[in-house]
């Protein structure tokens, strides 16, 4: 689907997915991440249709594999921000406030659960720091601006200057 855009290809991605956590028995300790990928199915085919039924089917599976995980396990963070990155997603499309708030109280929960030092933190901060963006292009609210420069603030200076991804940092700060 990622390289040849065929919907057939990520319906069958996801009906296979889907096939796989009816399968998988409750407590079965895959089954929060075959959630996690059944979401991520969902957003790929949501970022392609704009179907809003797909971003909430995303968001009740990315809900499922946090739900699931222990705090102390160290794929919560990473299903916390897939979880918030897909509430955004959908505050995008529809400006419900309530998205944009679930998507930035489970995106700060996943930094406050990810240890510094951990090579995914930048990519945590820089996916909040663009929440707190949209809600301000959507709101107009200055503390939401100030948050958004804040965190790519952090972004930028926790990102070795030979990192493929500091110029596309330097851009959002």
């Known amino acids: 689907f990622e390289r ?3 919907l057939s290809d990520i319906a069958e991605a996801i009906s296979l997915q889907t096939r796989a956590v009816g399968l998988t028995p409750t407590g079965h300790t895959d089954l929060p991440s075959r959630f996690t990928n059944l979401g991520s199915s969902f957003v790929r085919r949501f970022g392609r249709t704009g179907d809003l039924s797909d971003v909430a089917k995303a968001i ?3 809900t499922k594999a946090v739900n699931l995980t222990p705090d102390e396990h160290p794929g919560k963070a990473s299903r916390l921000s897939n979880l918030g990155s897909s509430y955004m997603a959908c505050f ?9 708030e679930n998507g930035i109280l489970a995106l700060t929960e996943a ?3 990810t ?3 951990d090579a995914h933190l ?9 929440a707190f963006k949209r809600r301000f292009q959507h709101l107009g ?3 939401d601006a100030a948050e958004a420069i804040s965190l790519q603030t952090q972004v930028v200076n ?3 200057e030979d990192h493929a991804d500091l110029p596309s940092r330097l851009m959002n700060l």
């Open 4 to 6: 040849a855009g065929d």
């Open 60 to 62: 009740s599976a990315h």
């Open 92 to 100: 995008g499309r529809t400006g419900n406030l309530s998205d944009g």
């Open 111 to 113: 930094i406050h659960l």
């Open 115 to 117: 240890p510094e030092g």
């Open 122 to 130: 930048p990519s945590m901060l820089n996916n909040l720091g663009n």
């Open 141 to 143: 609210n200055l503390s």
């Open 158 to 160: 926790l990102t070795p």
